[in-house]
């Protein structure tokens, strides 16, 4: 395994070489990866589906964690541009390789198709048919996931999001740190699995939960007959938090916040923090 000090040089240069990298190559790698996260989120809720009644919800916690970072290994094998981890853009401008306005723009570039690939896989999986099984309870719970996700406070929301990506980013990096298979596997879904057993916020995975949690919403509304109430009664949440599950909640009151936190958890938490701690030590390598 790398020390700290090379492997705050390994995340510098890899992700200098991301930034740089052809437009469309961008693009389509950041497609890739909001779509790796959203199969991430896929796969949780059918490792987790009546786990949490039939035992107990740390448990369900627990193993929806360790599945859910299937979706970041995706991302990091096949070298997808993922917007939490791509922050860590942020050492490579400090080291004065990349400019600041180039970070900005590959930073909204990632963003931007990520949402795209998140929200292309939750419109397919919806057609699969799939939340459908177990008598509609994975669609129910994306409903009441993304209620609850459209309902937070600002704060709330920012907060969870920091906590977030101090593990994602520290995922990455000891992903990078590792020099065998295996050893970035388990960096990788120890951490992941922390951040999503403890419920703090990714803003790539909130752009597909929230979206299927929208469809769902569409689904379910027209079988009530646009009974709210009965709505509300079957995805078990309130009426209010219903009524908040919109486009315009999803920006404001979930991607804003919790983006804004992702930047602050990963660049200055982990990227700013591990280069200045480290930086003496990376001239002298």
């Known amino acids: 395994m790398l020390s700290p000090a090379e492997a705050a040089k390994a995340v510098s240069g890899g992700s ?42 740390g448990i369900a916690n627990f193993l929806g964690g360790i599945a859910f970072s299937a979706g970041l290994m995706m991302v990091v094998f096949f070298g997808g541009h993922l917007f939490t981890s791509s922050l860590l853009t942020g050492v490579t401008t400090m080291e004065h390789k990349l400019p600041l306005s180039k970070m900005a723009i590959y930073w909204i570039i990632v963003w931007v198709f990520n949402f795209v690939g998140s929200v292309l896989i939750a419109y397919m999986y919806y057609r699969t048919n799939l939340p459908l099984k177990y008598d509609g309870e994975i669609l129910k719970h994306f409903m ?4 609850g996700k459209t309902s937070l406070a600002f704060d709330e929301a920012f907060i969870r999001a920091i906590f977030c990506n101090v593990f994602v980013c520290m995922a990455v990096w000891t992903a990078i740190a590792a020099k065998d298979t295996a050893g970035k596997i388990l960096g990788i879904a120890f951490l992941i699995g922390a951040f ?9 995975a909130n752009m597909f939960i929230i979206t299927e949690g929208l469809l769902a919403k569409a689904h379910y509304l027209a079988e009530v007959g646009g009974n709210i109430e009965a709505l509300s009664h079957l995805a078990h949440v309130s009426v209010d938090k219903i009524n908040n599950l919109t486009i315009e909640a999803m920006l404001v009151k979930n991607l804003i916040p919790v983006t804004l936190g992702n930047i602050v958890g990963g660049l200055f938490f982990v990227g700013i923090i591990g280069f200045m701690s480290h930086k003496v030590d990376m001239k002298n390598d």
């Open 16 to 57: 200098g070489h991301k930034a740089n990298m052809p437009m469309l190559s961008i693009i389509f790698l950041s497609i890739m990866a909001g779509g790796s996260i959203a199969m991430g989120d896929i796969f949780w809720a059918h490792a987790t589906v009546g786990v949490a009644k039939a035992t107990a919800p």
């Open 196 to 204: 999503v057993a403890s419920g703090y916020e990714h803003c790539v």
């Open 144 to 147: 009441a996931l993304g209620a």
